[in-house]
């Protein structure tokens, strides 16, 4: 009985020691760039009521939330998504701010997955919402902004995949498709189901030039020079605009020069109903998920009463953690961090020389020497946990260092 107590549910895990020092030194790298960039942090609440995440809102199904019951028999939900949250506090705090908005935020999101998909049910996000600017050039700066925190982080081989779902939307509607033909047709898309894409349109009576796009939206991607032939062959507006905008992107993240990072997908999707715009997402190698989820967003303030443009997106930290753990690169936390060992007799000169240490910003561990434990064991300890300098203090006032370079 006591051991079960010991176990975690199923899609959670404890985080400790280096790996959490490691994950929370990459946070704050992250955050430092939003705060750069003119960006105020924000908490939300870990529940909500259940109709703020509801079908048009949110980003999983009813099924897929973490569902209970308050006293007065309101149903709650463990946050599934940032951005619904976000929406509502700033149609809550922020309706009369005419100019736009800039929020930033560290928390955790809950989805209660499938135990078959093999992914996590907490995941730690930390990310942007820019409310109130439907320019290109906010566009360009969240982007930007994905770039330099995963710089930040330590990161170096990555890559941001650009979308338009305007452009798909655009066919879509020059093609006449209802609702469930147009969603059977993204899944396929998305899938990257270049048969089941091929008999579907098969079934539609297009003419034979947007047949044709259909057929290679699974195909488009690249630099957005590869895709500029594809703006000639769209009659229709939405679709033309839509590749308007990414050039106009590209054009600004030239000036960051930033653009090398960033590459171009015709054929993204997203099943989030909340997108309007731009999408996009960042890869790197170590993880088979993205790293980086995000688009614009015109129509969802209005749902909390604040009819504004918005763009955002979020930082999956488990996922960058781990390609950073595979890709073999070192986070770095600081400050050093020093262990000192002391006699009993020598604890007013250990304290001192303790507080001394702190003042001038190292984190410095105080350790009461027992007689139970040898000089190995605390030797092996200080390696474990990665101090840089170890040393103990004799009963007599002398110091021994108990680590290479680790006297203070």
Not at 373 to 393: C, M, N, P, Q
Request: include cysteine; aromatic fraction near 10%.
């Amino acid at each position: 009985m006591a051991a079960n107590l010991l176990h975690t549910p199923e899609g959670v895990r404890d985080v400790y020691g280096r790996e959490c020092a490691g994950k929370l030194a990459v946070q704050e790298k992250i955050s430092h760039v939003f705060h750069l960039y003119g960006y105020e942090d924000i908490e939300t609440p870990t529940f909500e009521y259940f109709d703020i995440f509801n079908k048009e809102r949110g980003s999983v199904t009813s099924q897929e939330m973490f569902k209970f019951f308050d006293r007065d028999n309101n149903t709650l939900v463990l946050r599934p998504d940032m951005t619904p949250a976000i929406a509502r506090c700033v149609g809550k705090y922020f309706f009369e701010e005419s100019v736009p908005v800039r929020l930033c935020y560290r928390e955790r999101t809950f989805t209660n997955n499938s135990s078959y998909q093999g992914r996590q049910k907490e995941v730690t996000q930390t990310g942007v919402e820019l409310i109130g600017d439907d320019a290109s050039s906010a566009d360009a700066e969240v982007i930007a902004m994905v770039i330099d925190a995963l710089k930040a982080s330590g990161l170096r081989e990555f890559q941001v995949e650009l979308g338009q779902v305007d452009f798909f939307r655009g066919l879509t509607e020059e093609a006449g498709m209802d609702q469930e033909t147009r969603e059977t047709l993204r899944e396929l898309i998305e899938n990257k189901n270049y048969f089941g894409v091929e008999e579907l349109i098969s079934r539609q009576h297009i003419s034979q030039s947007l047949r044709a796009l259909f057929l290679k939206l699974p195909e488009l991607f690249g630099s957005l020079d590869q895709l500029g032939t594809v703006k000639s062959m769209v009659t229709n507006q939405r679709s033309r605009k839509a590749i308007e905008r990414l050039e106009k992107i590209q054009a600004i993240l030239e000036s960051y020069g930033l653009a090398d990072y960033v590459s171009y997908d015709l054929g993204m999707l997203s099943k989030y109903q909340y997108y309007t715009g731009i999408i996009f997402k960042a890869y790197t190698y170590g993880t088979g998920e993205y790293i980086v989820n995000g688009g614009r967003y015109d129509k969802l303030l209005v749902q909390f009463g604040k009819d504004v443009p918005a763009v955002g997106f979020a930082i999956i930290i488990d996922q960058l953690m781990l390609a950073m753990e595979r890709q073999k690169v070192e986070v770095t936390a600081e400050p050093e961090q020093i262990m000192m060992l002391y006699d009993p007799e020598a604890q007013n000169q250990a304290v001192e020389t303790a507080c001394r240490l702190r003042q001038q910003g190292n984190k410095t561990v105080l350790i009461r020497r027992s007689s139970r434990i040898s000089l190995a064991e605390y030797r092996d300890f200080a390696t474990k946990k990665g101090f840089k300098k170890a040393s103990w203090v004799k009963g007599d006032g002398s110091s021994v260092c108990l680590l290479e370079g680790g006297s203070l």
